[in-house]
């Protein structure tokens, strides 16, 4: 089948399941809640849907700790649930990405249950087994250490071995050296794949491949080891056995979770030469207001240009970028991006999409992002349900204790729950997502910030992500354009061109609260300029000026 690389040209609505819509009063969000707004997401103008996992799992990391591939997590509902979702879909013109999680199962999955047994066992070798170091053999293999803290070793009586877990210790690794782990998930893409699915978000894949030997890491304050896992060299090869047994026979796409990437390995993931992977989410640019990836530093904008254009430049004609702010792993964009933004919410996040999306790469948006749902007012660490904040806690109390008070604050701005609180419908009870108990808290400004009132009103951000959703579908300039940026060591300023056989876009964006100078840069020469984008209400001159608040402008040029 012809690969039509339609993920180039598409606009892509990532569903969090468990927080979408509850169809059944249990609180907790399911396939038919989802199916219930399909309306909703043909409405706002989404050409695919990215489902985090659906799948059969006990829930120890809400749904990526797999222990079925081929069905569906009770809670969410039966495997007829999703052939009807898909079909509702596709009839509204939707594609469906799977997450696929295949860098671990969950240790309730038959593999692992049968591999625990016993060292003979056939599925044996379906995960990573080691000897224990020390006098007593009960010291971990390694140093490594697991993404929520402590060993990334976990004891197994029944054999007197240890097995790898990078994640908790229900989620014993793969081992992707056995030829026949890769054909099980060779098998499970296909299974998708023929019932409808197009295409798959890869959990974390650039840890799938390990070194021989499993040596000792290196000291590293975020994950021990990594340099032995992350990115391996031998990962191309399994890839690409992928995409040229499976994937090639579809017109799907695949999107890698890349943890430590860099603009060469994206080159080498995405290059449609290597027929490997179509696209990446990396992660410098969520980077930039951290230290060490969790610690907060005050936001630069300077900072966020400079991987922006990175990636622009170095991506271009050899690999291919994925555009995103939010995700169910990271904290609302609003305020992180533009700090205290007072009565300019609406403008805020305006601008904040035209400064991303009017970049190259697929575009993807978080539910509750296209209404501007912010971050819960967290009153204290018990309300978290998030696995790391957990481990991080579980770490705290055992060797510092007073620094309770600062992980407190350091969580309420990073966890992952901030993500996860329920989608905000209608200022009715529980934001209208159950008639039951959330499984999480509701934002208490659900009052305010809801779907219904967004749909009401012509001036919401809702009703602009609909805007620049049309104008970007099918754009040329925007799909294959060059990029060249202006205002480069500006905090306040965001300015680019995006240009493609003759015709050009100038992007505008004011990430100040507050009026910001614009001078026009000499190199920009046009004949007209054309405002074809804007949030706020009143019409613009491509000139020196004033930039209001939060101001976004997109000027079409010729």
């Given at each position: 089948?012809?690969?039509t690389?339609?993920?180039?040209?598409?606009?892509?609505?990532?569903?969090?399941p468990?927080s979408?819509?509850?169809?059944?009063?249990?609180?907790?969000g399911?396939?038919?809640?989802?199916?219930?707004?399909?309306?909703?997401?043909k409405?706002l103008?989404?050409?695919?849907?990215?489902?985090?996992?659906?799948?059969?799992?006990?829930?120890?990391?809400?749904?990526y700790?797999?222990?079925?591939?081929?069905?569906?997590?009770?809670?969410?509902?039966?495997?007829?649930?999703?052939e009807?979702?898909?079909?509702?879909?596709?009839?509204?013109?939707?594609?469906?990405?799977?997450?696929?999680?295949?860098n671990?199962?969950?240790d309730e999955?038959?593999?692992?249950?049968?591999?625990?047994?016993?060292?003979?066992?056939?599925?044996?070798?379906y995960y990573i087994?080691?000897?224990?170091?020390?006098?007593?053999?009960?010291?971990?293999?390694?140093?490594?250490?697991?993404?929520?803290?402590?060993?990334?070793?976990?004891?197994?009586?029944?054999?007197d071995?240890?097995?790898?877990?990078?994640?908790?210790?229900?989620?014993?690794?793969?081992?992707?050296k056995?030829p026949?782990?890769?054909?099980?998930?060779?098998d499970?893409?296909k299974?998708?794949?023929?019932?409808?699915?197009?295409?798959?978000?890869?959990?974390v894949?650039?840890?799938?491949?390990k070194?021989?030997?499993?040596p000792?890491?290196?000291w590293?304050?975020?994950?021990?080891?990594d340099?032995?896992?992350?990115n391996h060299?031998?990962?191309?090869s399994?890839?690409?056995?992928?995409?040229?047994?499976?994937?090639?026979?579809?017109?799907?796409?695949?999107?890698?979770?890349?943890?430590?990437?860099?603009?060469?390995?994206a080159?080498k993931?995405?290059?449609?030469?290597?027929e490997?992977?179509?696209?990446?989410?990396?992660f410098?640019?969520?980077?930039?207001?951290t230290?060490?990836?969790?610690?907060?530093?005050?936001?630069?904008?300077?900072?966020l240009?400079?991987?922006?254009?990175?990636?622009?430049?170095?991506?271009r004609?050899?690999?291919?970028?994925?555009?995103?702010?939010?995700?169910?792993?990271?904290p609302r964009?609003?305020?992180?991006?533009?700090?205290?933004?007072g009565p300019?919410?609406?403008?805020?996040?305006?601008?904040?999409?035209?400064a991303?999306y009017?970049?190259?790469?697929?575009?993807y948006?978080y539910?509750?992002?296209?209404?501007g749902?912010?971050?819960?007012?967290?009153?204290?660490?018990?309300?978290?349900?998030?696995?790391?904040?957990?481990?991080v806690?579980g770490?705290?109390?055992?060797?510092?204790?007073?620094?309770?008070?600062?992980?407190?604050k350091?969580?309420?701005?990073?966890?992952r729950?901030?993500a996860?609180?329920?989608?905000?419908?209608?200022?009715?009870e529980?934001?209208?997502?159950?008639?039951?108990?959330?499984?999480?808290p509701?934002?208490?400004?659900?009052?305010?910030i809801?779907?219904?009132d967004?749909?009401?009103?012509e001036?919401?951000?809702?009703?602009?992500?609909?805007k620049?959703?049309?104008?970007?579908?099918?754009?040329?300039?925007?799909?294959?354009?060059t990029?060249?940026?202006?205002?480069?060591?500006?905090?306040?300023?965001?300015?680019?061109?995006?240009?493609?056989?003759?015709?050009?876009?100038m992007?505008?964006?004011?990430?100040?609260?507050?009026?910001?100078?614009?001078?026009?840069?000499?190199?920009?020469?046009?004949?007209?300029?054309e405002?074809?984008?804007?949030?706020?209400?009143?019409d613009?001159?491509?000139e020196?000026?004033?930039?209001?608040?939060?101001?976004a402008?997109?000027?079409?040029?010729?």
């Amino acid at each position: 089948m012809k690969r039509t690389r339609w993920y180039k040209d598409a606009f892509i609505y990532q569903i969090y399941p468990r927080s979408f819509c509850d169809s059944n009063g249990d609180g907790i969000g399911d396939l038919r809640g989802i199916i219930s707004k399909l309306d909703y997401l043909k409405e706002l103008g989404v050409t695919a849907v990215w489902l985090s996992p659906c799948y059969k799992s006990p829930n120890d990391d809400n749904g990526y700790d797999i222990s079925d591939y081929r069905d569906i997590m009770d809670e969410f509902g039966t495997l007829e649930d999703w052939e009807e979702m898909v079909e509702g879909m596709h009839k509204r013109g939707i594609k469906l990405i799977m997450d696929l999680v295949v860098n671990h199962t969950s240790d309730e999955h038959y593999w692992f249950q049968e591999a625990r047994k016993s060292k003979d066992n056939p599925y044996r070798d379906y995960y990573i087994w080691s000897k224990g170091k020390g006098k007593n053999g009960k010291k971990p293999p390694n140093n490594w250490t697991s993404r929520f803290g402590g060993s990334a070793w976990e004891y197994c009586e029944e054999t007197d071995e240890y097995y790898l877990h990078l994640f908790t210790k229900k989620q014993p690794d793969l081992n992707w050296k056995n030829p026949k782990v890769r054909q099980e998930v060779h098998d499970i893409v296909k299974y998708w794949l023929d019932k409808g699915c197009d295409g798959f978000r890869c959990d974390v894949i650039t840890y799938i491949a390990k070194e021989d030997g499993l040596p000792d890491g290196r000291w590293n304050i975020a994950l021990r080891g990594d340099e032995h896992f992350n990115n391996h060299p031998t990962i191309h090869s399994y890839l690409h056995a992928l995409n040229k047994e499976v994937l090639s026979n579809y017109d799907c796409m695949t999107v890698g979770e890349g943890p430590g990437m860099n603009v060469e390995n994206a080159i080498k993931y995405t290059s449609e030469e290597n027929e490997e992977l179509d696209t990446v989410f990396t992660f410098e640019h969520m980077n930039t207001d951290t230290y060490f990836q969790l610690i907060p530093r005050k936001f630069k904008l300077s900072r966020l240009k400079k991987v922006f254009a990175k990636y622009q430049h170095g991506l271009r004609n050899k690999g291919w970028n994925s555009l995103y702010f939010e995700n169910h792993d990271q904290p609302r964009c609003l305020p992180r991006f533009v700090g205290d933004y007072g009565p300019y919410r609406k403008q805020a996040a305006k601008m904040l999409a035209v400064a991303l999306y009017m970049q190259q790469g697929t575009p993807y948006i978080y539910q509750g992002q296209e209404i501007g749902m912010t971050n819960y007012p967290w009153k204290s660490l018990d309300e978290f349900q998030d696995v790391m904040v957990k481990y991080v806690m579980g770490v705290i109390n055992k060797i510092a204790p007073f620094l309770k008070g600062y992980v407190f604050k350091v969580m309420k701005w990073r966890a992952r729950d901030n993500a996860r609180t329920p989608m905000q419908w209608n200022d009715e009870e529980n934001a209208g997502f159950t008639t039951g108990k959330p499984w999480l808290p509701v934002n208490p400004n659900y009052k305010e910030i809801n779907v219904a009132d967004a749909m009401k009103d012509e001036d919401s951000i809702f009703h602009f992500y609909k805007k620049l959703i049309r104008f970007r579908l099918g754009n040329k300039i925007i799909i294959h354009g060059t990029f060249r940026q202006m205002y480069e060591k500006s905090n306040d300023i965001y300015c680019y061109e995006r240009s493609y056989e003759g015709q050009r876009l100038m992007v505008i964006c004011n990430f100040k609260n507050k009026e910001v100078g614009f001078k026009l840069p000499a190199e920009v020469v046009y004949d007209s300029a054309e405002l074809v984008l804007h949030n706020y209400d009143y019409d613009r001159k491509l000139e020196d000026m004033k930039l209001r608040p939060y101001e976004a402008m997109v000027f079409l040029l010729k």
